[in-house]
């Protein structure tokens, strides 16, 4: 089958000619060993024919700066890889061809076949630049075809032109006498298929060179040459640029009235203004809030009512035994918790994709850049903080764009501290035994002011600890901050959906792998225990059930309290009563820290169970309040005095509990360094903070 | 910035809000070439249309490009006099 890869700069309509290509047949997933998203699709060809397409992340150049870029480079100058394209559509904005034909003169100059899909035409006419696409077919010496992705124009001719399209006979850019010989040597090693494609390779080292042997001597080789790449770089850019400026004179009419503000400009006056333009920015941060929170809340509850409904009815229809447990417990356990994120994860994706789509989001970046400078992060950090309100996995995957490696990876490492939708079953729970829920001045709720505050407070230790890694950590940061602002769009409804459903899928798959093994070895590790042991907790369990006459709920409560606290889960817990008896936590406690380690909200249903309450896992928040309300220490005081509920929620606040979070660090960050380093800090952090908080409370 | 007895370039940094200039060439090689591919070229006019809350990053228009840069960036891209 024909493979075609889509090309072009960032903003350039890509994605909707994508859509409009493939319609539903896309798939998202990885490009290999790196978490870029892939989007590919089939097309059909017109002739009966169909072809694979890929679309690439956008680029300016073939000298990448950003992960998701060099994905273009790495695709389109390494022969042997799976996606490496026959034909390439290059989308192009036509209001701006000065700029967007830089990286088509470099793809065409590495021997591919390239057709150039004009988009935009419209909105360059109406702000008076007329393109005239035969003659800069002529001049480019390849099919220019006007396209327009909203709408569908042009599409069966570009269907049409792929399997004719053939590869250019002359570079645009010949290179430099100077670097002819290197290039000549690499050529006569290695496979290049062009001059270009070998100048590339001296730049970006070991391009398509898998062993390192071919690496070190290609490195050698480049160093004898003497010739300096980034001289290289710049002077081939500026090349280009002279003939791309000659063509855009010849094929392309300016009559604009220049002087008078474009829209944008005009509206941007009020958005990316200091104070009504930071004003709006807070607004519509509010709204975001508010989405998340309110809007998600109903769908949340209803589907964890059908999974706990499901849970019950295969109970009741499979034959009891360990698989059935299993399954109950272990499995659609983690299930309902990957798929309770669904609608926050939907939600907030709709706004971001909203916020992308319509341009505004470039502008957010720039009215928040200055401020988070200051700690050592990046305009584009705003946007995985707020993400990481709902939750720390999208988060993480969006500070992508961010370029400077050092702001990317602190956004990374403190997006944990900020409050996602996890901890709020936990904090509801906990909330009640600090303050009281009663309802002063008849609004005035005290425990929706230990929320906020709560909120407040892992907001500012992010913002806090991304100062002090900012101080501390010793890794370079090299990548300028270089923001594009697009126009101001109206969002197209498609592509946005499209975006929300993609989302959606990525972290049910991603995350929900992760959650779903970690549930299940969680399952092992509360209902399995030494075998002795287990045998004497239950006919302990059993004798007490008797004297004091239970009946046969309350005795498999208890039965299972008593099993769970024999468990290895259990063991584990009380091994480390030591440790935590400092913050005034038990080993009951020590259990539920232990199980919720691979996810906080499991703390809920680990108290159930200790407090028997219900059957395993079952988590009513009333009862399970009430219960550990009863619940007495060695002293014969109340367990949970409002000390240890603080300690605990302030430990939860800002400790790591969450292993898939761990996982989409390692794989944005490539090494186990890093998601180490941040479980140690913050779970040394949520200890610290809990103790004094314990103290100062006892 | 204190006045000079020598020639002094003047950097986009520099720029008052809706000053045009012509752009000379960048002092850093590495930015100089990260600016050239989104479109700030040396002979072009850019113009600064608006400062962030801070005084940075900054807002251009470079030929029909809008780009922001930190300002300690734009200090690096020099214009001609």
Same mark, same amino acid.
């Given at each position: ?60 150049? =073939? ?38 034909? /830089? ?19 419209? /909105?360059?006419?109406? +702000? ?13 010496? *390849? ?39 290197? #290039? ?94 930071? @004003? ?81 989001? #470039? ?111 010793? %890794? ?19 592509? %946005? ?36 042991? *287990? ?43 030591? =440790? ?29 169970? =200790?407090? +028997? ?25 109340? *367990?949970? +005095? ?6 605990? =929620? ?49 | *910035? ?30 100089? #070439? ?5 479109? @700030? ?36 891209? @020099?214009?001609?006099?």
């Amino acid at each position: 089958m024909m493979k075609v890869a889509l090309v072009g700069n960032p903003n350039t309509g890509k994605s909707s000619l994508f859509n409009r290509l493939t319609g539903l047949s896309q798939k998202v997933g990885n490009f290999p060993g790196v978490t870029v998203d892939k989007r590919t699709g089939e097309m059909n060809l017109g002739n009966g024919q169909s072809a694979s397409v890929t679309d690439l992340p956008g680029a300016y150049s =073939l000298y990448p700066t950003a992960p998701d870029e060099k994905i273009v480079l790495e695709v389109l100058a390494n022969l042997k890889h799976p996606n490496f394209p026959d034909v390439v559509i290059y989308v192009a904005d036509a209001a701006n061809l000065e700029r967007h034909l /830089l990286l088509l003169t470099q793809v065409a100059d590495l021997g591919l076949p390239v057709v150039l899909a004009l988009n935009m035409v419209d /909105l360059a006419e109406a +702000s008076g630049i007329r393109c005239y696409p035969d003659r800069l077919a002529k001049e480019l010496a *390849m099919p220019v075809i006007v396209v327009n992705g909203r709408t569908g124009l042009g599409i069966d001719v570009l269907r049409a032109a792929l399997p004719k399209a053939r590869a250019r006979a002359k570079p645009f850019y010949p290179i430099p006498a100077d670097w002819q010989a290197l #290039a000549a040597e690499i050529q006569r090693r290695w496979p290049a298929p062009s001059d270009y494609h070998a100048l590339l390779m001296s730049h970006h080292l070991g391009l398509g060179l898998p062993a390192a042997t071919d690496q070190e001597q290609l490195q050698a080789l480049c160093k004898r040459s003497g010739l300096r790449s980034i001289r290289g770089q710049v002077d081939e850019t500026m090349a280009r640029y002279d003939f791309i400026g000659a063509v855009v004179a010849r094929s392309v009419e300016n009559v604009a009235q220049s002087g008078s503000a474009t829209f944008s400009e005009r509206l941007d006056r009020v958005l990316m203004h200091k104070v009504w333009g930071s @004003l709006t920015f807070f607004v519509i941060l509010l709204l975001l809030f508010q989405a998340i929170f309110a809007w998600s809340k109903g769908p949340m509850e209803a589907i964890e009512w059908s999974f706990a409904l499901g849970a019950e009815w295969l109970k009741v229809n499979l034959p009891g035994g360990w698989l059935t447990d299993l399954l109950t417990e272990g499995v659609m356990a983690g299930l309902a918790g990957v798929v309770v994120f669904v609608p926050q994860i939907a939600l907030l994706s709709f706004f971001i994709a909203l916020l992308e789509e319509s341009g505004y989001m #470039a502008r957010a970046v720039f009215l928040s850049d200055s401020v988070m400078r200051k700690f050592g992060l990046n305009g584009r950090s705003i946007v995985s903080l707020i993400s990481g309100l709902a939750c720390a996995i999208p988060a993480i995957m969006s500070t992508r764009s961010i370029r400077n490696w050092r702001e990317r990876l602190i956004t990374i490492l403190v997006t944990p501290l900020m409050s996602c939708s996890a901890r709020i079953p936990v904090f509801m729970l906990l909330v009640t035994f600090v303050v009281p829920g009663d309802l002063y001045w008849g609004f005035f709720n005290l425990q929706g002011l230990v929320f906020m505050g709560l909120y407040l407070t892992g907001a500012g230790a992010a913002i806090f600890s991304a100062w002090a890694l900012s101080k501390l950590l010793k %890794v370079a940061g090299q990548g300028f901050f270089l923001l594009e602002l697009p126009s101001y769009k109206m969002p197209h409804w498609k592509n %946005v959906g499209l975006t929300v459903y993609e989302k959606v899928v990525t972290f049910v798959w991603e995350a929900g792998k992760m959650i779903l093994l970690i549930s299940v070895l969680l399952w092992g590790l509360a209902t399995y225990g030494p075998p002795s042991q *287990m045998r004497t907790a239950e006919v302990q369990a059993r004798a007490e059930a008797v004297a004091a006459q239970l009946d046969t709920v309350a005795t498999a409560d208890l039965m299972a309290a008593k099993r769970l606290e024999a468990s290895y889960a259990g063991l584990l817990g009380k091994t480390i009563e030591p =440790l935590i008896a400092p913050l005034g936590f038990d080993w009951k406690i020590g259990i539920a820290l232990i199980t919720s380690f691979a996810a906080r909200e499991v703390f809920v249903g680990t108290m159930a169970t =200790l407090y +028997s309450v219900g059957s395993a896992g079952d988590g009513d928040l009333k009862t399970v309040g009430q219960q550990m309300r009863a619940a007495k220490n060695e002293a014969g005081l109340p *367990m949970y +005095s409002p000390a240890v509920a603080a300690a605990l =929620l302030i430990y939860y606040l800002f400790a790591m509990q969450c292993m898939s979070t761990a996982a989409v660090v390692y794989r944005e960050t490539n090494s186990w360094r890093w998601p180490v380093l941040q479980i140690v800090y913050l779970t040394a952090l949520a200890y610290l903070a809990a103790w004094v908080t314990y103290i100062c409370l006892a | *910035m204190p006045k000079s007895p020598f020639k002094t370039e003047r950097s986009i940094a520099q720029l008052a809000i809706n000053e045009r200039a012509i752009v000379d060439h960048c002092a850093d090689e590495a930015l100089s #070439a990260q600016l050239l591919e989104i479109g @700030l070229v040396p002979g072009q006019e850019v113009m600064l249309l608006r400062r962030g809350p801070l005084g940075s990053p900054v807002y251009l228009k470079a030929g029909k490009n809008y780009l922001a840069i930190r300002s300690k960036e734009a200090g690096q891209v @020099l214009l001609q006099a």
